[in-house]
């Protein structure tokens, strides 16, 4: 009986094929949207969780600005206090600790142009530590670093401004940098936050820029693996507390700061976006099921004679009901797929296409939860706009639906 059944509503759709396809696009619509939508969304995560997940382990050790709260001057930090947080009895979970002070300084090429960058000494981890890529030539090496060499990695503002963007032209030039003259020997590549740098060893930027004997402004120290991040600020602070004479935890004259955390923050933002944008795109899925809706309701009107004569020769209510059930669950069911189809193919082709328009955008992420979402949610309108109509259909009392003209 059920396949009986199925073949009258087919039959029924065919018979106005222009109307069911239109009525079929607005579900193909609706479901490409949010499939599309959503792949977008996952490929930027994934494009943030590759450019700054190498940072979820990085932790940062700063003084505190602006005096200790209760009164006080802070502590600088020092280079003991980064070599005890690499002691593995008092703090197992950190990997390593990185110094780095900062100031600023006029640079100066031949020719008289000038630009004022800020400053930054320290070891030759730095840049892979920050995740850091050069745009041209090279880091100092540890060999340079102990020497106190004086070679240089620029960012890319100081070359624009000295340079012109020239990288070729900066590499292996002599700039003045304060009073000592330096060699270029790399140039960063662009990362938005710390484009005006100029990056040497920390030795050479005491010896001739920002002096000082074993302070540092700042300790770079990375944990053994992201979980083990909240056990190293722990083992941090209790190290450091112990060894600035801190007895109460709100005088302490040093901040430490995971980015892990705004890691995190920042990926639940994404995770929201996606599923905004997603939500949005089923705003079109709405409109397709009351499309559905109206068509189901014009069918009914327009059947209201065969209804009769069929209910006359002994049909059911519950056959009637399920004919315009399958009707309507055919319509958003084929809707769906050809919706699936063509939101996973443009994903697919945006995948391919959008890195070679535009390298630096990520190439959209598939995600099978929201094909699955979609299809599942496009026979739920079938379902739920063909009820009505269907229902209708199915009460009605032969006598009445035969007079219908």
């Avoid at 949010?34 to 792949?39: G, Q, R």
């Avoid at 930054?120 to 892979?128: F, H, N, R, S, V």
């Avoid at 409109?287 to 004679?305: C, F, K």
């Amino acid at each position: 009986m059920i396949f009986e059944t199925a073949r009258i509503a087919l039959r029924g759709l065919r018979a106005n094929k222009l109307r069911s396809a239109l009525t079929t696009l607005g579900i193909v619509i609706g479901v490409a949207a949010v499939i599309v939508l959503v792949a977008l969304g996952n490929g930027i995560q994934a494009g943030f969780n590759d450019i700054f997940g190498s940072l979820a382990t990085q932790i940062t050790v700063t003084q505190t600005q602006g005096g200790v709260p209760g009164g006080g001057q802070a502590r600088d930090l020092t280079e003991n206090d980064m070599e005890a947080l690499t002691d593995s009895t008092d703090a197992p979970d950190v990997l390593s600790a990185t110094p780095v002070v900062g100031g600023a300084a006029l640079l100066q090429v031949e020719g008289g142009l000038q630009y004022r960058t800020s400053v930054t000494g320290t070891t030759a981890e730095y840049l892979d530590i920050n995740d850091r890529d050069l745009e041209a030539g090279r880091g100092f090496d540890a060999q340079e670093a102990r020497t106190n060499a004086k070679v240089v990695v620029l960012g890319p503002n100081p070359v624009q401004e000295l340079f012109g963007g020239n990288n070729a032209s900066a590499l292996n030039s002599e700039i003045r940098i304060g009073s000592a003259v330096f060699r270029v020997i790399g140039v960063a590549e662009s990362d938005g936050q710390q484009d005006d740098v100029a990056i040497m060893p920390l030795g050479a930027a005491r010896s001739y820029l920002v002096g000082g004997d074993d302070e540092l402004d700042t300790i770079i120290v990375r944990a053994r693996s992201s979980e083990a991040v909240p056990a190293a600020v722990d083992q941090i602070t209790a190290v450091l507390t112990d060894r600035h004479n801190i007895r109460d935890p709100a005088e302490r004259d040093f901040d430490v700061q995971a980015l892990q955390s705004l890691l995190d923050q920042s990926s639940q933002f994404l995770t929201f976006l996606t599923l905004f944008t997603g939500a949005v795109a089923g705003i079109s899925l709405v409109v397709g099921s009351i499309g559905v809706a109206n068509i189901m309701l014009v069918t009914v009107t327009e059947r209201t004679r065969e209804i009769g004569i069929r209910k006359a020769i002994g049909a059911r209510p519950r056959v009637i009901l399920q004919q315009f059930l399958l009707e309507s669950i055919f319509l958003s069911g084929l809707g769906g797929l050809m919706g699936i189809a063509l939101g996973v193919g443009l994903s697919l082709t945006g995948a391919l296409v959008l890195p070679q328009l535009i390298p630096d955008f990520p190439a959209p992420v598939v995600d099978v939860t929201s094909v699955v979402f979609s299809f599942t949610i496009s026979l739920i309108i079938g379902l739920v706009a063909g009820g009505y109509p269907a229902n209708r259909a199915s009460r009605l009392r032969p006598i009445e639906a035969l007079r219908y003209q």
